[in-house]
Every structure is written in structure tokens, then in C-alpha cells.
């Protein structure tokens, strides 16, 4: 057990050990995989329906994964599965340096994006939210924006490590980053609650013993529910909103995630060089770090629905950008587009499950919501892949995935807070 410090919240050590193993979770994303496509295409002759497939079988198997890791996160808390998912993401990759066959491909990536999704992923947030209530949309904005700035580093690190010394070592180097960043800080320092250490929620004294009409006992100002109010699992998933919200981060993540993927095989197509392809992977990055912050704190002021839905809309309107990026200035502008819409997304949806129905199953609920978007995440890649492979171009695909980011904002926005009345906790 590290030593617990008196001057500074223990909150604020998870968000850092948290944001560490999103930092080096970009071993297992999307966004990097997508430099790796063309060299390992050309390599072993493989199809882009082919490596898509990959990333939907892992994301599927994260998927059925999800759900249960979320209720072990609210009853065990998060440092087991953040510390299992970075260790298999770890062997993940250094099974990818060595790999011979489209098989072990399969294998190996499937067993990083399922740790990744269905594990990680619905650790990481959990194990910050359950940390602060205040300070949540701050404190959640800065474990995706060290997900963010993992990208913005380490993809120009593996293009520089593939060109000196192949595709292979940068699988190594994902592998070694993840275990000194990731796996090491989670066991050293991940704990469940303040409840268990012995302090309250935001480093602040107990809810009982604060004026409950001060601004500091009531919550975010974007509207939480009542400090000692919380919703079970069974009412919650009986409510309109919990379904709306679902469904919308469903067909939101299928247009995100498809389009990632097959970023920079399709700037290549559309004329740009490699390197400039990759250097968009690094401006949507910073983009989406950018928004992350600048959303998470605009989260504790305005509702994350309303947010939801405008960062949805910017989705369709950054695929409008790259349906005729055929220059890297348009590149540039759809990866500042669609950074802020894919940050937005990731790191307001659990603010809004939380100011739904509470921190008490902020894990079951981001646990769901991770599986839904993660079948998103599965299908997206693998409609464009088998769009570019029946046609020789994205162009249908793309433009069928603008519509599909409107309809996810309409959704979202009929999702009004639930009015049943919450169990109070005794």
C-alpha cells in the first residue's frame, strides 16, 4: 500500500495512474493499427476486409466481456482488471512482432482489443468516477486525454521504428511501453473507493456532515443526482433514457471507429503520402485531447446530453470534410473535426450515465455502454473494409456513416434525464 498524502486529494494519484494506462493503451487502438495496415498488407498479401475482421472479432469478444468486468469493477474495484488487460495487451504485442499467419494475427489482436474494450476500458473510467463527484468531468477528461496524447506520441514513435527498423520492433516497443506506463502504476496505485481508505468523495468532509444547499455538496453544476441518491441497476435499465443513450453511443461509435481504421489507407488513395497520412492520425489526436478538456470541464456546467448531441452532429460534418479531402490542409481540418467529436464522445458518455443515476453503478452501467459502443466499434471497420474490397473505394460507406451520425444526435437528444423517482440509500 503507498503511503497516502494529506496535502493532495489520493483522487488526483488514481487520475494520473489512470490516464498512465490510457497513455499506453494506444498500444491496442484503432489509430495506431491503421499505420500498421498498409506494411502488413504488402507483406502478407492480406485484404483489408481481412485486418478489419481482426479488430471486430476483438471488439466483439471486449463486448460480451464488458458488461461483467463493470459489475466486478463496482464490487472489487478497478486495479485487477486494469492490471490483467495491460499484461495481456503487453503479450498481445509481442505476439504481433513474431506472427507468421493471418491466424495468429487474428489471435493476437483479438486478445489486445478484447483486454482493451473489456477490460480496460471499462476500468479505467470507473476506478476515476467512483473518486469524485465535483471534480468527475475534469478528473474523467484527463484519463482519456493521456489516451489521446498516447496517440500524438506514439504514433510518430512506431512510424519512426518502422522505417528504421520494420514493423516488427514496433510491435515490441508498444508491448514494453505498455508495462512500464501501464500495468506497473495500476498495481502500485489504483485503489476502489475513498470510502476504503478512509476519505470522502473529492477529498472533501462527508456528505452528511455538509450543508446539503452549498454549491460544493450539491454536485456538478451540470446536475447530479441528490448527494446519498442512488439508482439500482434493475430500475435504471428500465428507464427510456438508458436505452436512447444506448443506442445512440451504438450508431455513434459505428461511423467513429469505421473511419478510423481505414484513415490512412484511404488518404493514401486519395493522393497524400504516407508519412503526411500519418501525421493526420497525430493532428486528430491532439484535437481529440484538445476537446477532452475543454469538454470534461464544460461538463461540470452544461449537461453532457446537449454535448453528446452536438459532438454526434460534428461526426457527420467531419466525414462531409473527408468525403473530398484530397489535399492535406482538408485532412487537417477533418482530423480536427473528428478528434473533437471521437474525444467528446468517449469521455461524456460516462459523465452522463453518472449524472443520471449516481457513482454507486457507474462501472455495470459504463460496462454496457462500453459493449454497445464496442459493437459499433466491430461493425463500422468491417462495412468499410468490405465497401473498399466490393468497390475499390469508401466514398457509399462514408457518406452512409454521416447519416448514421445525425440519427445518433437526434437520439440522444430525446434522451431526457429519468423522472422516476431513485431508492434512497440508507
Known amino acids: 500500500m503507498i503511503g497516502i498524502s494529506r496535502r493532495v486529494y489520493y483522487g488526483w494519484f488514481i487520475v ?9 493503451n494506444a498500444a491496442s487502438a484503432i489509430s495506431i493499427l491503421t499505420i500498421f495496415v498498409n506494411p502488413m498488407a504488402e ?16 471488439a466483439i469478444l471486449g463486448a460480451s466481456l464488458a458488461p461483467f468486468t463493470g459489475r466486478l469493477v463496482d464490487r472489487v474495484g478497478s486495479r485487477w482488471p486494469l492490471v490483467l488487460g495491460g499484461v495481456a495487451v503487453a503479450l498481445a ?16 489482436f483479438s486478445v489486445s482489443r478484447t483486454a482493451d474494450q473489456g477490460l480496460i476500458k ?40 518502422m522505417v528504421t527498423w520494420g514493423w516488427r520492433a514496433a510491435w515490441l516497443v508498444l508491448g514494453a511501453v505498455m508495462l512500464a506506463l501501464g500495468v506497473i502504476p495500476s498495481f502500485l496505485i489504483v485503489r476502489r473507493q475513498p470510502e476504503d481508505l478512509g476519505l470522502a468523495v473529492d477529498g472533501r ?60 489507407p484511404y488518404l493514401t488513395q486519395q493522393g497524400l503520402g504516407a508519412g503526411a497520412a500519418v501525421s493526420v492520425i497525430s493532428v486528430l489526436s491532439i484535437s481529440s485531447a484538445l476537446g477532452i478538456l475543454a469538454l470534461g470541464f464544460l461538463a461540470e456546467r ?19 470534410v473527408l468525403l473530398s479531402a484530397d489535399s492535406l490542409a482538408k485532412a487537417y481540418a477533418f482530423a480536427v473535426l473528428h ?36 459493437a459499433g466499434f466491430a461493425l463500422g471497420p468491417l462495412v468499410l473494409g468490405i465497401a473498399y474490397d466490393a468497390s475499390g473505394t469508401y466514398q457509399t460507406a462514408l457518406v452512409y456513416f454521416a447519416f448514421t451520425g445525425v440519427a445518433s444526435s437526434l437520439l440522444i437528444l430525446a434522451a431526457r ?9 440508507h
Open 16 to 24: 494520473a495512474a489512470a490516464g498512465s494506462m490510457e497513455f499506453a
Open 43 to 58: 507483406e502478407f498479401d492480406w485484404s483489408r476486409t481481412e485486418i478489419s475482421g481482426a479488430t471486430s472479432l476483438g
Open 93 to 108: 504485442c509481442v505476439y504481433l512482432s513474431a506472427m507468421q499467419t493471418l491466424l495468429g494475427f487474428y489471435i493476437a
Open 122 to 161: 471499462i476500468g479505467a473510467v470507473p476506478a476515476v468516477g467512483k473518486w469524485f463527484e465535483r471534480y468527475r468531468g475534469r478528473a474523467v477528461a484527463l484519463v482519456f486525454f493521456g489516451g489521446s496524447a498516447g496517440i500524438v506520441v506514439l504514433a510518430p514513435v512506431v512510424q519512426i521504428v
Open 205 to 264: 468532509p462527508a456528505l452528511d456532515s455538509v450543508d446539503q444547499n452549498t454549491p460544493l455538496a450539491a454536485g456538478s453544476a451540470a446536475g447530479s443526482p441528490e448527494p446519498g441518491v442512488e439508482w439500482p441497476l434493475a430500475r435504471a435499465v428500465r428507464t427510456p433514457a438508458f436505452w436512447l443513450v444506448l443506442v445512440s453511443l451504438f450508431v455513434a461509435s459505428t461511423s467513429s471507429a469505421g473511419v478510423t481504421l481505414h484513415l490512412v
Open 302 to 320: 452544461v449537461s453532457p446530453r446537449i454535448l453528446l448531441a452536438a459532438v454526434f452532429s460534428l461526426i457527420a460534418v467531419a466525414i462531409g
Open 339 to 374: 478528434g473533437l467529436a471521437s474525444g467528446g464522445m468517449n469521455t461524456l458518455a460516462p459523465l452522463l450515465w453518472a449524472s443520471y443515476y449516481g457513482r454507486g453503478i457507474l462501472g455495470s452501467l459504463h460496462g454496457i455502454s462500453r459493449a454497445a459502443q464496442v
Open 417 to 425: 434525464r429519468p423522472r422516476m423517482a431513485p431508492i434512497r440509500r
